[in-house]
């Protein structure tokens, strides 16, 4: 069988498996006696083991069959589920994941099979009283699942009665099949499967028990029953059933309607047909003699498709055009000077809009897809500092775009990893200073407007502003008499700059100065901001501010010389007129005073060496933009106004100019450049 047009299948639900084994691991080892999470682990690593035993990918197989061995014993009460049981299925879970990226990177396994893992497992296993060949592979215990009753003693309901009765006096026979399939099956709702298709070539299914969708989800042993209407005889269906792989017997058995008084499973969704339904609804038979309802009702629709974000890009790219086409028809609006153009023209603009919110839906996707990596890495680092910390998540629903979701994993792990490292005290300290000796860390986030704000918070000792100020000094940023003239705030950026670090000495974890600035720079690329609060002994928080999405946002449109650029509103805090005598001048640089604060002027037409630049007015013309908490002053020629923008990358051979974000279309088909605030100031 050729399994390649699986992979990409494979891949995504096997991630999706290891985080839940990493998720109830968690939980497993706050709660050991927790048998919901056991259940949970045992799912996905069952589920894991028979994808990867189909793809032929044995290495990985044979690790999760013996960790299937571990969590059986763990089931049973065998073995505990202490905290070095729980370090050892961690990790088995490295290993699996190891595997996949091996998969993802190059289609195989790798060279490594991990036998000195395999080798524990089966000293584990030993030590707890059973060798690890005594559990049968794929064996699953259906926790809280009576067995399948035998055939003789399960009846109908009335209205399997009733439609075994009408096929009767149309010459159908209805049987009760139970199928038992072999104890080593890896796939068993595969086979389960295959049955039913192999079944309903010769008839129509009208039962089973258990019910279909808990046969889908393997809930059930290593038998089922199904009952069928069909004209073919035992024989027949004996033969087609025994060929079928893996099936270990099958007994049938004509059925005899007999009522029950409280109904049956019910085989499409789980639940009891009581028998007082009104069942005229369902004696319709189509030429074959068996219910339209059930022949209606056996198609099962799935409700969600996995859709690859390249054409979601190329969707959003259509949809971005679309705007741009509206943008130029909105410019001719004024020539035509039709009331009847202008109508359509605002027709056109509802429906692109709702075709741009339904593509954006489309394309967002919720922070927890990031989040859920986060509670093990704090785990593992915390035991490896030897500190006792709590990962708290809220806002975990907040959708963000996907492109955006796929660049704030690494911000977010410097962040954590500051915060466990610098930012929580050992339980010592902690205990001396009047504290509780779990640290705690939030990781929140929530929408504001149109942006998505993260923020992660720690109860530790807060950034000491005064070691940061001496380091900025030591390091030649700043002399003496200029960190005396500065503000706390000001002190606490240079931890954003590059190779700039407090610690005393150089860890795995910390001390190069690759932290912060990395977030920064990441962030900003994003169109986000930064920004730090902390109080000394109490804390620190960092507060991320991200856009919705990075294709289409609010822009103000500005005009310097004879050229016209954009500003992302967000960027944008007031536009302002002033005179030329109310510049002033600091340290040979212009500056104005707004709201009582000192702002630097910047002129945009000498920074990008514009053209054309005109005489100076009587009034200036001033954008103030913000980064961070500083506020700067754009000097323009004219605004524009504001405006919906597409954008557009500039690029390779230009992605490193840093003063634009890229460039998008204006209705009269010119380009505008999109200036980066944050690189510009």
Request: glycine fraction near 8%; charged fraction near 30%.
């Amino acid at each position: 069988m050729d399994t390649g047009q699986y992979l990409d299948v494979f891949i995504e639900e096997t991630k999706e498996n290891i985080q839940i084994m990493n998720q109830s691991l968690l939980q497993l080892e706050k709660s050991p006696n927790d048998i919901d999470m056991l259940n949970e682990i045992f799912r996905a690593a069952h589920t894991v083991k028979g994808m990867a035993g189909t793809m032929g990918f044995n290495k990985m197989s044979a690790l999760t069959h013996q960790m299937e061995n571990l969590l059986q014993e763990l089931r049973n009460g065998s073995v505990s589920a202490d905290s070095n049981m729980v370090d050892l299925l961690f990790k088995c879970l490295d290993a699996v994941e190891n595997y996949l990226n091996n998969i993802i990177d190059s289609g195989n396994e790798g060279n490594i099979d991990y036998k000195e893992l395999i080798d524990e497992l089966g000293m584990v296993l030993n030590g707890g009283g059973k060798s690890a060949a005594s559990v049968a592979p794929g064996a699953e215990p259906v926790s809280g699942r009576a067995a399948v009753q035998p055939v003789d003693d399960v009846a109908v309901d009335q209205y399997e009665q009733n439609v075994i009765n009408k096929a009767k006096e149309l010459g159908i026979k209805a049987y009760r099949i139970t199928v038992v399939l072999n104890k080593g099956c890896l796939l068993k709702s595969a086979r389960a499967f295959v049955v039913f298709k192999t079944l309903e070539r010769y008839g129509d299914i009208i039962g089973s028990e258990p019910g279909v969708q808990d046969i889908e989800d393997e809930k059930f042993n290593f038998e089922f029953t199904v009952d069928v209407l069909t004209k073919e005889p035992e024989d027949l269906l004996l033969k087609e059933l025994y060929s079928v792989s893996e099936v270990e017997n099958v007994i049938i058995k004509e059925l005899d309607a007999r009522p029950l008084s409280s109904g049956r499973i019910n085989q499409h969704d789980g639940s009891k047909v009581p028998v007082t339904e009104d069942i005229n609804q369902h004696d319709k038979q189509d030429d074959n003699g068996t219910s339209q309802h059930l022949a209606a009702s056996r198609t099962k629709t799935g409700k969600t498709v996995r859709v690859d974000i390249d054409r979601l890009d190329i969707l959003m790219n259509l949809v971005s055009e679309l705007i741009i086409s509206k943008t130029k028809l909105d410019g001719l609006a004024s020539e035509v000077k039709s009331q009847r153009f202008n109508e359509e023209i605002d027709a056109l603009e509802r429906v692109i809009t709702s075709l741009h919110d339904a593509v954006m839906k489309v394309r967002m996707v919720p922070v927890e897809s990031v989040f859920r990596r986060f509670p093990r890495m704090v785990r593992d680092i915390s035991r490896e500092l030897g500190k006792e910390i709590d990962l708290l998540m809220s806002g975990e629903e907040t959708e963000l775009d996907r492109t955006v979701i796929d660049e704030i994993g690494e911000p977010l792990i410097h962040l954590l990893r500051n915060s466990v490292d610098h930012g929580i005290e050992p339980a010592d300290v902690r205990k001396a200073m009047g504290k509780p000796e779990v640290g705690k860390i939030f990781l929140r986030a929530y929408q504001s407007g149109n942006n998505v704000i993260i923020e992660v918070e720690d109860d530790g000792q807060g950034i000491n502003v005064e070691k940061v100020r001496q380091k900025a000094i030591e390091q030649g940023y700043i002399s003496d008499e200029t960190a005396n003239t500065l503000s706390d705030r000001e002190i606490i950026d240079f931890l954003f700059r590059p190779s700039f670090s407090t610690a005393e000495k150089i860890s795995d974890i910390s001390g190069r100065g690759v932290g912060l600035d990395v977030v920064k720079t990441k962030i900003e690329s994003l169109n986000g901001r930064v920004e730090v609060e902390t109080q000394q002994g109490k804390g620190t928080k960092f507060i991320i501010s991200l856009p919705l999405t990075l294709a289409i946002y609010q822009a103000l449109l500005i005009k310097t010389g004879e050229e016209n650029y954009a500003i992302a509103l967000s960027s944008v805090d007031q536009i302002v007129h002033v005179k030329p005598e109310e510049i002033k001048f600091v340290q040979d640089k212009e500056v104005i005073i707004y709201r009582g604060m000192v702002v630097p002027l910047i002129r945009l037409a000498d920074v990008l060496e514009v053209p054309g630049r005109r005489e100076e007015a009587r009034k200036i013309k001033v954008v103030v933009v913000k980064k961070g908490e500083k506020l700067y002053g754009l000097v323009v020629d004219d605004v524009i106004g504001h405006r919906e923008i597409v954008i557009k990358s500039l690029g390779k051979l230009l992605a490193e100019i840093r003063l634009f974000a890229g460039a998008t279309i204006l209705g009269d088909g010119s380009v505008a450049l999109i200036l980066d605030v944050n690189s510009l100031v």
